[in-house]
């Protein structure tokens, strides 16, 4: 099972740029994109054998989650059960059978952190929603989680130290699912700096590989044994993300 996840900031905009040809090209069983910025389905041309899933936000233009998934769900439900957190249109989960697939899309923090006391309550909410899941079978989640957990997913971490996505409380919050046993996957297998998954479309960030590694697929340490690989496809253009994956041995 190749699981690929892609923030691909507006699927308007990402169709144009490419982004049929770039799915095929990666090969993925299921793809859950994040920042779709639709209220309606959109038609995608040269996806022929992926059903779609879509959480709409009920703000126009904004967030949004999708999942392409060549592979038939047992069932599919649509945010984690909060009235205060279920209206962004921010997470998808399939049940899978043998586990749950959680595409979820984290709140940033904003400029002068003006949100994130809502985050931390969000953060909260949805590791209870994980263990509750959990309780059930294991759980694989991937998505923007907006949060560069340590200094060496970023470029420049001391200038960064209180900026969405960098603060303490934000990288506590993901210590916090790591302490009740879920991986970071890509982890598992490099542990090099200079792996991003997002830069800024200024000052030929990408170009010159200024970046933050805030995109991430996670895992139930009970499926420790089914992870063969965990990977960044940072050659993938047509967002300021690029999309991250694993490949699991899931039978």
């Known amino acids: 099972m190749k699981i690929v996840s892609w923030n691909v900031n507006g699927l308007r905009a990402a169709l144009k740029n490419g982004f049929a040809e770039s799915v095929m090209s990666m090969g993925a069983d299921v793809l859950c994109i994040q920042e779709t910025r639709l209220q309606a389905p959109e038609p995608v041309k040269g996806l022929e054998g992926y059903t779609p899933f879509y959480n709409f936000a009920r703000k126009k233009g904004y967030s949004g989650t999708a999942v392409f998934t060549s592979v038939e769900p047992l069932s599919v439900s649509y945010g984690m059960g909060s009235a205060e957190h279920d209206d962004e249109g921010r997470i998808i989960t399939l049940d899978f059978g043998g586990y749950y697939l959680v595409n979820v899309y984290t709140p940033n923090a904003q400029h002068g952190l003006v949100r994130l006391d809502y985050r931390m309550r969000w953060d909260a909410c949805f590791l209870e929603y994980l263990l509750e899941l959990e309780r059930t079978k294991p759980v694989v ?38 302490a009740h046993g879920f991986i970071d996957t890509f982890r598992e297998f490099n542990k090099e700096p200079g792996n991003y998954t997002w830069w800024s479309y200024r000052f030929n960030a990408r170009a010159k590989n200024i970046g933050w590694r805030i995109d991430y697929v996670c895992i139930s340490a009970s499926l420790r044994p089914s992870l063969v690989d965990a990977f960044i496809l940072k050659d993938i253009y047509g967002s300021d993300h690029c999309p991250v994956g694993v490949v699991m041995d899931l039978s």
Request: proline share 5%; with cysteine; hydrophobic share 30%.
């Open 141 to 178: 989640f991937c998505g923007d989680l907006n949060v560069a957990h340590k200094e060496i997913d970023l470029k420049n971490p001391k200038a960064n130290e209180r900026n969405p996505g960098f603060t303490r409380e934000e990288r506590e919050g993901f210590d916090r699912i790591l």
